[in-house]
């Protein structure tokens, strides 16, 4: 998987292929109006909500938008924010212990599997690699809604098998803390971590620990002077990465964390929105997501710091083989539980609880049950309007922001990379700041700025495909890796065989870059189709997505209702996984 | 000094197992310059490897220095890190965590029991200076060219004085202009740290200029081993005359054979050529003449002498200094070597003359009987 990363290596070539292509003359009226649009695209979804955001935080009062009749500027929100003991007693402190918690689960158990993949004699390690990606399929709303099935105090299955020995009648486990809480994000995070780390794993090159051991360095003083060292920032980065995607969730902390009465920063934005009673204080919500957005920024600079240094530490050479991979021995019995009790809790378990629930309600099973099996679940779903509604606002939201991203983003890359245009370098961190900025923000935002902009596609399927299209950083990342291997002499070819530039951009470029447009627009089909909190916040009875709805109707108690949504959610998403699979997961240099 | 026996090494893998090396024998003397050179493929790096250390032999017995440090039918396998010896990665494996004196040093810092500070640097600084690198020593290892870095590789490799010196086609990842200055500086720096030194390569001119001895590989197999110049006259057969120096090849049969000699006529009677025969090649034999571009004299009027092969010219290539000529004998295309003030239409009568005492004879292969 192609890191994504600011600047570096890619910045040094593109110098110099930009130097090459000084005075480029061949891209016309038509090129520049095409580099034109789409910048001024990017810059807007990204700055557009931004700026909105930034200006509601300080207009006021804070149940009026930005720009209603009778705001004004004022420092109130900020202050109603900042001056709140509870955000340093509790918020803080409980987003600090969330996030810290669940990235070090996440951490430690997809080192774990990632090692045991890359670097030990693990038997079936090809399996392992896709069962570890499994949980993929399942949004993280679906995710945790099965903990609850599984771990809820009363009724979770787990806890009325432990009672069958321990006895009581409540518990003994409860998800509804902050334990349950960590251990639902951490579970969930695995397979996306996973993945990073078995990259940078992969990409050490074996002659670095041979010529340790060559030099007369036993081998644990090999594993502490060099081989930690250089996997080091490969290693870290994934780490921050996985802080900003926790400190950024909605999901758990909405669906386990609120009845558990635990709040962190994310939940907090949320809450001001959707208050129980009051009018939604933008105003507040706005101020909050100040401090969160810096955070998340911050995290950003220094994952793209780390990744630089991981690009710099890369020496793979093409020649040779795998080294001799370390022999588990008796170590073998223990990592192969360890991977299926991981399967077991991460996919296993919850997606038979889901499938379960969506034809036997939410008891626990039993043979006895199997008569009484029900598909109401399913009928009701498939006899509600509401519902092919929410599947075709899915798909339509999923599609056209993976399209225009997609688009936006190879323009994007082609311009950054091939053109001397000014200021392209703002286009640049732009497109990758947009990493750094939590969807809860980018829904809130969008909201300030669609509520208040009179053009009508507020509470529409529009507003999401704006709202959605603010993630540029995978696609201009990956399109621009991919760039780099392009020679600029194949365009120029085409351009001294007489092809005007849409023709040498649509017959060259394109086609040579189809692989990684595919697997830029599968990535980002998937983000949309899971997406949870920016349809939550910008949620109206017309632009219900499946995700949402499924919430509503978990909410509302209708739990086979629920169950049987998720079902659906994972079965639309199981086919494109698999391309996902074929273009972007594959593992490269397999053994 | 070296001594590999009966080496083996196999791989086990989905398709089969590979035979990587199929038995090598060779030993290399105190003190001196051993290559292994051949082609892509023919087991170099793995009968390296196996002498490193980093490769586990599934047969035979490696001995270093009278130590035998692996000897798989005995359960003898000495790890890498306990042999003492300097090696010099093909990717150089400099480590981009540490900068060039760290990377240096390295092998000192790890030694038990660890020298003072003061030494390491000193002695890291010494093998910095050898290779010209002493004013980059606080440099970053990322920030290093081709060439430097193999510099690096090897003071890395010299700077504990190993027993042996392994280096694996150290050149390779160099530019031509680069190698080729490379390759001086390289055969200077060896003979000055006078360590005995194994050297695996596929480039036939490294391997001529540089060695004491060589052992040609084809297919998991020492071909021929011996000194560079004995190995270039005498192959022992036609891989090893072709492999190196692109050597021409005339098919040819015994007409008749007296005492250590005999006279080959070459195919399409295009000459006789009177030359040495090996006891098993009888009258009526076909046989290859095997010889060297630089041992076939073309002239164009027939001289007086024997030993001519009558060809005709196929074309000629100017090249500066020199003109490279190919000529046709038969259907069999012969290169050779002229002056550059010659010049010749295609298609007109030439004749080379032959040196039977550089001409080697091999008996023809069964598919070109005819
Ligand atoms: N770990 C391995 N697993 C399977 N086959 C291997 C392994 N290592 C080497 N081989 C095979 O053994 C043969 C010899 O490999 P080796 O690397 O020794 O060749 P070489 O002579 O060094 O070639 P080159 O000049 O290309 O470096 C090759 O056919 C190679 O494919
Ligand atoms: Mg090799």
């Known amino acids: 998987m192609t890191q994504i990363t600011l600047a570096g290596d890619i910045q040094r070539a593109q110098a110099r292929a930009a130097a090459k292509s000084e005075g480029r003359g061949d891209i016309g009226l038509a090129g520049w109006i095409v580099i034109a649009v789409a910048s001024v695209a990017a810059l807007y979804f990204i700055l557009g909500p931004l700026s909105m955001l930034l200006t509601a935080a300080f207009r006021g009062p804070q149940d009026l938008l930005p720009f209603e009749d009778g705001a004004h500027w004022t420092l109130d ?5 900042y001056l ?59 995710l945790s809604i099965t903990w609850i ?29 902050m334990g349950g809480m960590i251990l639902a994000q951490g579970i969930g995070l695995v397979p996306f971590v996973f993945l990073l780390l078995s990259a940078a794993l992969r990409s050490m090159n074996p002659s670095l620990e041979e010529a340790s051991n060559i030099a007369g360095a036993s081998p644990l003083q090999t594993i502490l002077r060099v081989t930690l060292p250089v996997l080091l920032p490969g290693l870290l980065a994934p780490l921050i990465l996985a802080t900003l995607i926790t400190l950024e969730q909605v999901e758990t902390p909405l669906v386990i964390g609120f009845p558990a009465r635990v709040n962190v920063f994310s939940t907090r934005i949320y809450f001001e929105l959707n208050p129980d009673s009051d009018l939604p204080a933008y105003g507040k919500a706005a101020a909050v997501a100040l401090l969160f957005l810096v955070c998340g920024i911050l995290l950003l600079l220094l994952y793209n710091h780390l990744i630089r240094r991981a690009e710099s530490f890369v020496t793979v050479t093409g020649k040779g083989f795998r080294p001799a991979r370390f022999a588990l021995g008796r170590w073998r019995l223990p990592a192969l539980s360890f991977i ?91 497109s990758f700041l947009s990493l750094g900025i939590p969807a809860v923000i980018a829904g809130l935002a969008s909201m300030l700025l669609y ?36 020679h600029a002499e194949l365009e120029e070819a085409s351009s001294v065989a007489g092809g005007q530039w849409l023709t040498t951009i649509r017959r060259i470029v394109l086609p040579l870059l189809t692989p990684s447009l595919v697997a830029s627009f599968v990535l980002l089909f998937i983000i949309g189709f899971r997406e949870f ?16 709805m499924m919430w509503q109707a978990f909410q509302a108690g209708k739990t086979q209702q629920a169950a049987a949504l998720g079902t659906m959610i994972v079965l639309f998403v199981i086919p494109v996984i698999f391309g996902l699979r074929r273009f972007v997961l594959a593992r490269d240099g397999k053994d | 000094m070296l001594k590999v026996e009966e080496l083996e090494r196999s791989y086990p893998t989905p398709d089969g197992i590979v035979h990587a090396v199929r038995g090598v024998s060779f030993e290399v003397e105190q003190g001196s310059f051993f290559t292994l050179l051949g082609p892509s493929g023919c087991g170099k790096t793995t009968t390296l490897r196996c002498v490193a250390g980093l490769e586990q032999p599934t047969h035979g017995r490696i001995t270093i220095d009278n130590a035998v440090v692996a000897d798989p039918a005995n359960g003898i396998f000495i790890p890498a890190f306990k042999r003492d010896v300097g090696m010099v990665f093909q990717s150089y494996a400099i480590w981009p965590h540490m900068n060039v004196l760290d990377n240096v040093a390295y092998p000192l810092v790890v030694r038990k029991p660890r020298p003072s500070k003061q030494e390491i640097r000193d002695r890291a600084m010494e093998a910095l200076r050898l290779v010209g690198m002493e004013s980059l020593a606080a ?10 870095q193999q510099r690096v590789a090897f003071a890395r490799a010299i700077v504990r004085h190993p027993k042996l010196l392994l280096l694996d086609e150290p050149l390779s990842n160099l530019d031509a202009k680069l190698r080729e200055q490379m390759r001086y500086e390289l055969q200077e720096l060896v003979a000055r740290v006078a360590i005995t030194t194994l050297y695996v390569t596929h480039d036939q001119a490294e391997a001529l200029a540089m060695s004491d001895a060589v052992a040609v590989m084809s297919d998991g197999l020492i071909a021929q081993c011996g000194p560079p110049r004995a190995v270039y006259d005498k192959p022992v057969n036609e891989f090893v005359a072709g492999f190196l120096g692109g050597a021409n090849s005339l098919g040819a049969t015994i007409a008749d054979r007296d005492g250590g000699r005999g006279s080959a006529v070459i195919d399409g009677n295009a000459g006789t050529v009177n030359v040495p025969l090996a006891d098993h090649i009888r009258s009526g034999d076909r046989v290859e003449i095997v010889f060297r571009p630089e041992d076939a004299q073309v002239t164009f009027v027939p001289g007086a002498a024997g030993d001519q092969v009558r060809a005709s010219v196929l074309r000629l290539s100017f090249q500066g200094g020199l003109t490279e000529s190919h000529l046709k004998v038969g259907d069999t295309v012969v290169r050779s070597m002229l002056h550059p003030s010659v010049v010749a239409e295609p298609g007109a009568e030439a004749w080379i003359q032959l040196n039977p005492a550089r001409c080697v004879i091999f008996a023809a292969r069964p598919r070109d009987q005819q």
Do not use: C, H
């Open chain 1, 149 to 177: 099935f599984l771990l809820a105090p009363n009724t979770g299955w787990i806890n009325v098998l432990l009672r069958n020995v321990v006895g009581g009648n409540t518990g003994p486990l409860n998800i509804f803390t």
């Open chain 1, 340 to 430: 299926v009790v991981y399967a077991l809790f991460a996919a296993v378990l919850p997606g038979f609880v889901l499938i379960w629930a969506s034809f036997f309600g939410y008891a626990f099973p039993s043979f006895g049950l199997l008569s009484s099996i029900s598909f109401n679940g399913y009928f009701d779903l498939f006899n509600n309007p509401r519902f092919w509604l929410a599947v075709s606002n899915t798909f339509i939201v999923a599609l056209s922001s993976a399209s225009i991203v997609t688009f936006i983003g190879i323009v994007l890359a082609w311009t950054i990379m091939r053109t001397r245009l000014p200021g392209r370098a703002v286009l640049d961190f732009v």
């Open chain 2, 139 to 148: 440099r970053s290892a990322t920030k290093l060219s081709g060439g430097q």
């Open chain 1, 533 to 548: 909190t920016i349809p939550a916040i910008l949620q109206s009875p017309d632009n219900q997505v499946l995700s949402v």
């Open chain 1, 77 to 81: 929100n900020l202050a109603a924010v």
């Open chain 1, 84 to 142: 709140d003991r509870n955000l340093y007693r509790v918020i803080i402190p409980n987003t600090l212990i969330f996030t810290i918690g669940s990235v070090m689960l996440t951490f430690a158990v997809a080192f774990i599997l990632a090692w045991l993949v890359e670097r030990t004699d693990l038997p079936w390690r090809n399996a392992v690699y896709t069962i570890v990606l499994f949980p993929l399929l399942m949004p993280g709303i679906v």
């Open chain 1, 451 to 486: 509520l208040s902009l009179p053009i009508g596609v507020y509470g529409t399927v529009m507003v999401l495909v704006l709202a959605y299209s603010y993630r540029m950083a995978v696609a201009t990342r990956l399109t621009r890796a991919s760039l780099m291997q392009i």
